[in-house]
């Protein structure tokens, strides 16, 4: 036993104690520093890496071996610690891992055997004191205080869990589960297990570390020196499967947990969420307080191995100790191996010399990183371990196409997490020296494979995991950084570089969000980066030409493809209001500038549409009867049936008639209305316009311009087709102008005997003759419906091309008689009854005038009889024309 000075660090987490021990190392020419685990390994190595240089700094685990020709600190698993160097400092992290039921017996062989040549330091807790005492002699004590208080804060939600927490769990489907409802519920969590490789699991970190995620999903590797920006270290459960048997985590354990929390300096909490319940108050205080129950008994296994075969061999590792404080470790995974080998006469018989035997050995110590079962993982071994006695090396065919099965990167989590686990078993054989011919190359190639896997697998998390929108955004929320939109053409919103919505008009309509705080996360982003924005778009649309604004038929206010606002009812039915659709982030400065342009663009549309009619409305030199006239023609919006106001158009004298039509107003038959106010653009505005003084639900749209007659709707609003500038009269509406130009014909024909349609009236309406005898009873016709033979006319062949002779003959004999074809009429009488009646050929109806034109076309279908034109006798029955001595007044 070396005569080093050996000094025991202890204390709990957060005291600066591997920080101490790299001080001291680097005060020494060489030194050897063993670590629990890998990852700690690779952060110590970069921390001295940053100190010293890469050139004198070696990294060696079982899977990663860097060794500079000039290395002089040598940073290790404590497995992989090297033996005899004679370095001047040697030091072991964590030393309580004595105690661990399966790497425990390592620990202790380090506690008991290692030793640098001038110093020798154990870092670890105070439950150690003890055992070291009893196991070190001359040992120095150096207390370590923590810098930080930890506090237990009890139960939370994971929904309430404060940021810059760790939620640790024991199991890979635990760690995926709460990983999946943070990223549902805050946008995200870095996912931290022992079975990462460094690369995936630094990148991980990193993520975390820099504040893209503000949660953490780990297993109790954490526990073990990563030092992390971790407020607070929440427990989902307070048991753990320990490779046996599920058990209660001791309250030493939950302390090297819970010591995560809080920063050099900064105070930490600790609690529980999930289903675990809440910590008994006495485990409470005593991870609050660091006071745990002493380790009283050490894992250990006989170092002191003898290699005559593999029978001795096995005896050796399975000696039993009679001291005190050590207890034989149970049966461990490469002597589980051995045995199973030792089953197989070949390989024993191959193993009949020591060299054999310790060959034997070192192969049966290839970790099972795979998981599969005892049996398959001693068949590999039992491979390698020919494969080397044999030739002296792996069959590098072999091996190349092992490791080429598994370089590849597409797959889920578990997919490359599995890949992962097998590689390592690949590139803990590259690391031994011989192994293989060509050892550098696939250390190389092995490397290069986890790398990429590692990226994947990275990736692959971070996709599941971590809703980067949101976590990115929240980051550069709580920076209280500017935080930039981009609006393409389309409308899409990004917001440093994430999609987060889209703009519709001055509304901003969010990407869906997973929950309410990730909602809520994301609309406050985007409303503070749009704010610019919409100050500008408000400035650029205050300045718009009317040409870019529009409205719909249902009062919607259009800025190009974007809604903007939409008319409601205002003081007056050519006075509407705006509503504006202006997100209440925007701002009143932004509301306003949209609703004053929005006002002037209807204004002024309604006074352009409307001229006759606001004329009409501003005459102030009208009085009396026209005055109130006036304002029914407004409230009408330039239409009115006449039968609704046939008393007030009596009681008008010629002079406020007169004064009336001066504005434009025609007093037709059938209604009193504006015929410039007929157009399309003037329609379209006045059905609004008497939608929103209906306050209606859903507007009715306006008839497509230029048709005469459209299709009566029997559900139609009452006065829906009078403001659409038609009138209803059985299966269609016409036109109301039209209407009044059919009345004017009418009125020229004595219709006392009833009437048939002329082609004029057909063409004016432009409808069929069973559509028009529809039309003229939905006006309170009766129409009698006949047939009659068609007159034909036949014509004279010309002279070169007459039969003549025999010919003649024969045409005329070919000839049979010809059905004569029918044509069918109708007769109109007010109020009469229709009868059914056949006319002779030649038979037309007489008169005292002349017919008009020369009777029927052959081409028409309708028929129609002249009446003599002469003084006409007015029919009181007819409305034509009993409104006629009226009509001719007006």
Not at 646 to 671: C, E, M, N, S, Y
Not at 835 to 861: A, L, T, V, Y
Request: net charge neutral; glycine share 8%; with cysteine.
């Amino acid at each position: 036993m070396s005569t080093t000075r050996v000094t025991a660090v202890l204390g709990p987490t957060n005291t600066g104690k591997t920080h101490f021990a790299i001080e001291r190392m680097l005060n020494h020419r060489t030194g050897v520093i063993g670590l629990p685990l890998r990852l700690l390994a690779r952060e110590v190595y970069d921390r001295i890496v940053a100190k010293r240089g890469p050139s004198v700094v070696a990294l060696v685990t079982g899977e990663e071996r860097i060794v500079p020709p000039r290395a002089a600190y040598w940073v290790c698993t404590v497995e992989a610690m090297p033996e005899g160097m004679g370095c001047d400092f040697l030091a072991v992290d964590e030393i309580q891992l004595c105690s661990d039921a399966e790497r425990g017996h390592v620990f202790t062989d380090r506690l008991l055997n290692a030793r640098g040549v001038k110093e020798t330091v154990f870092l670890g807790a105070e439950t150690m004191r003890g055992a070291i005492a009893a196991m070190v002699p001359n040992v120095e004590f150096i207390k370590k205080e923590r810098f930080s208080e930890l506090t237990y804060s009890g139960s939370k939600k994971i929904s309430r869990m404060p940021p810059r927490s760790a939620i640790v769990g024991f199991s890979v489907e635990n760690v995926y589960a709460i990983a999946e409802l943070l990223r549902r519920q805050k946008g995200g969590a870095a996912v931290v297990m022992g079975a990462l490789s460094p690369r995936t699991r630094n990148a991980q970190v990193e993520m975390y570390q820099n504040g893209d995620v503000d949660y953490l999903v780990a297993t109790d590797a954490i526990g073990m020196g990563l030092n992390l920006d971790i407020k607070h270290v929440a427990f989902s459960g307070l048991t753990k499967f320990d490779g046996r048997k599920m058990r209660h985590l001791f309250p030493e354990e939950l302390g090297q947990i819970a010591g995560r929390a809080g920063r050099h300096t900064e105070n930490g909490t600790f609690g529980v969420t999930g289903e675990a319940p809440p910590l008994d108050d006495e485990v409470a205080q005593a991870i609050v307080q660091h006071r745990f129950r002493p380790v009283k008994k050490l894992q250990w296994r006989n170092s002191d191995l003898q290699f005559g075969s593999v029978k001795r061999l096995v005896q050796t590792l399975e000696q039993h100790t009679q001291d005190e404080w050590l207890t034989r470790v149970r049966e461990s995974d490469d002597l589980a191996a051995l045995k199973a080998l030792a089953q197989d006469e070949l390989i024993v018989a191959r193993a009949g010399d020591g060299p054999s035997v310790r060959l034997l050995w070192e192969v049966c110590r290839i970790p099972d990183f795979r998981g599969i079962s005892p049996v398959e993982h001693a068949t590999l071994l039992g491979k390698i371990f020919t494969d080397l006695h044999q030739d002296g090396h792996i069959d590098p065919n072999w091996f190349a196409l092992k490791v080429a099965r598994i370089d590849r990167t597409e797959g889920d989590i578990d997919t490359l997490s599995k890949r992962l686990a097998y590689i390592r078993t690949w590139t803990y054989v590259a690391q031994r020296q011989d192994w293989l011919r060509d050892v550098s190359h696939w250390r190389e190639a092995t490397r290069a494979v986890e790398d990429r896997l590692s990226d994947a697998l990275h990736g692959a998390l971070t996709q599941r995991f971590v809703d980067r929108r949101t976590s990115v955004l929240l980051r550069r929320l709580k920076q209280k950084e500017s935080l930039l939109a981009d609006v393409n053409e389309n409308g899409e919103v990004t917001v440093e570089g994430e999609f987060v919505g889209k703009l519709d008009g001055f509304r901003f309509r969010m990407d869906k969000a997973g929950s309410p705080d990730e909602a809520k996360t994301l609309r406050q982003a985007s409303v503070q980066a749009l704010m610019p924005h919409w100050h500008l778009m408000a400035d650029k649309f205050y300045n718009a030409p009317d040409t870019e604004i529009d409205f719909t038929e249902q009062g919607g206010l259009m800025w190009g493809e974007n809604a903007v606002g939409k008319l409601v009812s205002g003081s007056e039915p050519l006075k509407p209001s705006v509503e504006v659709f202006v997100d209440e982030e925007a701002g009143d400065d932004v509301a306003t500038k949209v609703q004053r342009r929005l006002q002037h663009f209807i204004d002024r549309k309604i006074a352009a549409g409307f001229e006759p009619l606001l004329g009409l409305k501003n005459d102030e030199t009208l009085e009396g009867l026209a005055k109130g006239f006036a304002f029914r023609m407004v409230e009408g919006f330039g239409i009115i049936p006449r039968g609704e106001i046939a008393d007030d158009v009596k009681a008008l004298d010629q002079d406020a008639r007169g004064t009336l039509r001066k504005h434009g107003i025609r007093f037709g038959q059938f209604t009193i209305f504006m015929p410039l106010l007929l157009k399309p653009a003037p329609t379209r505005l006045r059905l609004v316009l008497w939608s929103l003084a209906k306050n209606l639900q859903e507007f009715p749209e306006s008839p497509p311009p230029g048709l005469v007659t459209v299709p009566a709707e029997k559900g139609a609003q009452p006065g829906y087709y009078a403001m659409a500038g038609y009138r209803a009269a059985g299966e269609r509406a016409i036109r109301i102008d039209m209407l009044e130009r059919l009345a004017d014909m009418l009125r020229d024909q004595d219709t006392r005997g009833g009437f048939e349609a002329t082609a004029d009236m057909l063409s004016i309406t432009g409808m069929t003759l069973e559509q028009f005898a529809d039309l003229m009873q939905g006006l309170g016709y009766k129409a009698e419906k006949g047939e009659r033979a068609k007159v034909k006319t036949t014509p004279t062949p010309a002279a070169d091309t007459a039969p003549v002779g025999d010919e003649a003959k024969a045409d005329e004999a070919s000839i049979e008689p010809a059905e004569p074809e029918v044509e069918v009429f109708y007769t109109f009488t007010w109020g009469g009854r229709a009868q059914r009646q056949q006319r002779p050929q030649n038979d037309r109806p007489r008169g005292k005038g002349k017919p008009k034109g020369k009777g029927p076309k052959s081409n028409k279908p309708q028929s129609f009889s002249s009446k003599p034109k002469g003084e006409k006798k007015v029919d009181p029955d007819n409305p034509f024309a009993a409104a006629l001595a009226g009509f001719k007044t007006d």
